[in-house]
């Protein structure tokens, strides 16, 4: 997609150079997030600048929307083949009142499955275990067929050495602090970057699935693509790997909701009558609405949904096809590696959430996590990333805002900046931290307020700070915004010595409420109108001194 937007920002093309070339753009997007949609948005434009039409007007899809996103992409879809059935009617035999074209229904999939003699295991020991869990993953990555991009080698195993609770027990909120050691090579990281970890999945669920699927576990196979042309990154001489690992490694089958085209296939297979008319009408326009209830809403996992359809038999051709895979979950580091050689830390909320029918679920990744001991050996694969936030240089004033778990990169932040300022002079950094309550979750307490005493790198007397506001101490919700509108001559001096801001945290409407402080702070400030005052940080933003990292 880079590659692509960058061949059509290229300068020297004419306006006229699309011109009889037509399309249609649907973006996926979350209107939570402040930048909604802006890939399409822009994609949209620049064709259209360039002279290429629009078929139908751009669809924007919305993970808010209370059908998911589906809501807006049905009626789009629906727009797009009508259109393209009065443009050319033998693009659509079958008339376009057609959710999908039905060639892409029987479309066989693109892959098969080899299955091989059974393999003798190599011998574990402590020795050769994690080698051959790096195979493992490396193998079974590499054999999913257009899923994972990128790295399949993780870049380190890690141990969690510590799991210790920073919110209080019974505040409603279950925060931690994990750290980690690499096992394998060093861990090479900078502050403000990214953790990747693979999740473990649980064994049962995964045992369930292959005997649900009538597979054995013991099997080894290799997947490779039909289309001999299309090879990619498979090959012919990729060794086997265990069934039961490749689905373990790479499948969610006990987590993600299934995607509404595998109510779709599954209706090909399913022999009871009354399940195929049930998974006809979950995949058909009319029955999106409950399938949004039973299937996204319940969050019901790929298991589940073949256990409810115990009819349906799918070949596992299909099913590595369509489960949603494995994916890796991405944390804010919240350690400075300079602080603490060969260690990574982060910060996580367990998540856990009731749905409409009152069953508890809870995120793979952050509640498996919170299950393990530091004193049990497990390995887990992990991959470093850059996220939104470059490491500052110890001479740049920082201005950073993290309410919340928001605050784990700037834990980082803060540590990285002290051991600078044990050789030589730094810049300032003022804080902004906000949580419920001081006795609940008012994360790292004691590490902010160290820092903040005598000559510490948030203090006062450096020209810094530290301020937090607990949003439910007090009768009126006191905000992280509402903290930085009180300290705005502070804020103002130090923009104007060339400071950064920087943001992270939940993105629902923390970011933009922090935007529209920062907005009035420069507009009182220096006297400009409020639109002249957003003009000035987008300037900041394009010049790399406004950062947002934010999740929700
Ligand atoms: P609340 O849950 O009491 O509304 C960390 O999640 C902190 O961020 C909580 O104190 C939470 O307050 C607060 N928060 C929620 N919405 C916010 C917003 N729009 N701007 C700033 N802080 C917000």
């Known amino acids: 997609m880079k590659g692509f937007w960058r061949f059509l920002l290229q300068k020297n093309l004419t306006r006229e150079w699309l011109k009889g070339v037509h399309y249609a753009v649907f973006g996926l997007g979350d209107s939570s997030y402040q930048k909604y949609n802006f890939a399409a948005k822009k994609l949209d434009k620049r064709l259209s600048d360039l002279g290429a039409k629009a078929i139908i007007e751009r669809g924007l899809g919305d993970d808010q929307h209370p059908s998911g996103y589906e809501g807006t992409l049905d009626p789009w879809m629906s727009a797009l083949w009508s259109s393209l059935y009065h443009k050319n009617p033998k693009l659509l035999p079958n008339g376009p009142d057609v959710l999908v074209p039905e060639s892409t229904l029987i479309d066989q999939p693109r892959i098969q499955i080899i299955y091989h003699d059974a393999e003798r295991e190599p011998p574990l020991s402590t020795a050769t275990d994690l080698k051959y869990l790096e195979m493992h993953i490396e193998r079974a990555r590499l054999m999913t067929p257009g899923k994972f991009s990128g790295k399949n080698r993780p870049d380190s195993f890690l141990k969690m050495t510590k799991n210790h609770l920073l919110s209080r027990a019974d505040s409603g909120k279950d925060v931690r602090h994990f750290e980690f050691e690499a096992v394998t090579s060093s861990i090479d990281y900078e502050v403000g970057d990214v953790l990747e970890v693979l999740p473990g999945q649980s064994p049962a669920a995964v045992d369930d699935f292959i005997q649900r699927c009538n597979l054995n576990p013991e099997s080894y196979i290799t997947v490779q693509p039909k289309d001999k042309e299309n090879h990619g990154l498979l090959n012919h001489s990729m060794t086997p790997v265990k069934l039961k690992s490749f689905v373990e490694l790479t499948m969610d089958v006990a987590s993600a909701s299934p995607r509404r085209y595998f109510f779709e296939v599954m209706s090909f297979f399913a022999t009871a009558e009354h399940e195929q008319e049930r998974l006809q009408y979950f995949a058909s326009p009319e029955g999106r609405d409950d399938l949004y209830q039973y299937n996204q809403k319940e969050r019901r996992t790929v298991l589940e949904v073949l256990q409810d359809f115990p009819s349906v038999q799918m070949p596992f051709e299909w099913l590595v096809q369509l489960v949603p895979p494995l994916k890796t979950r991405s944390f804010s580091i919240s350690s400075s590696p300079s602080a603490h050689p060969n ?70 932040f803060v540590e990285e900046r002290a051991m600078q300022s044990r050789t030589a002079p730094t810049a300032p950094i003022i804080f902004f931290f906000g949580c419920r309550r001081e006795n609940d979750d008012f994360l790292y307490r004691d590490f902010w307020l160290a820092h903040s005493q005598k000559n510490g790198v948030l203090s006062e007397g450096k020209g810094g700070g530290f301020y937090v506001a607990f949003s439910r101490d007090q009768p009126r919700k006191v905000y992280v915004q509402h903290k930085i509108r009180e300290q705005s001559t502070k804020i103002w001096n130090l923009l104007t010595q060339g400071a950064a801001v920087y943001v992270s945290g939940s993105a629902n409407k923390m970011p933009s409420d922090v935007l529209s402080a920062f907005e009035e702070i420069i507009s009182t400030k220096s006297g400009v109108s409020r639109e002249e005052a957003l003009r000035w940080i987008r300037t900041l933003e394009r010049a790399g001194k406004y950062h947002v990292e934010a999740w929700s």
Request: aromatic letters at 10%.
């Open 343 to 412: 260690q990574v830390h982060i910060t996580v909320s367990v998540v856990s959430w009731t749905t409409p029918y009152k069953r508890t679920r809870t995120g793979l990744c952050s509640s498996w996590l919170a299950s393990l001991d530091p004193q049990q050996r497990v390995f887990i694969p992990a991959w470093f990333s850059k996220g939104c936030l470059p490491a500052p240089p110890p001479s740049l004033p920082l201005i950073l805002i993290g309410p919340g778990t928001g605050c784990a990169p700037f834990r980082g």
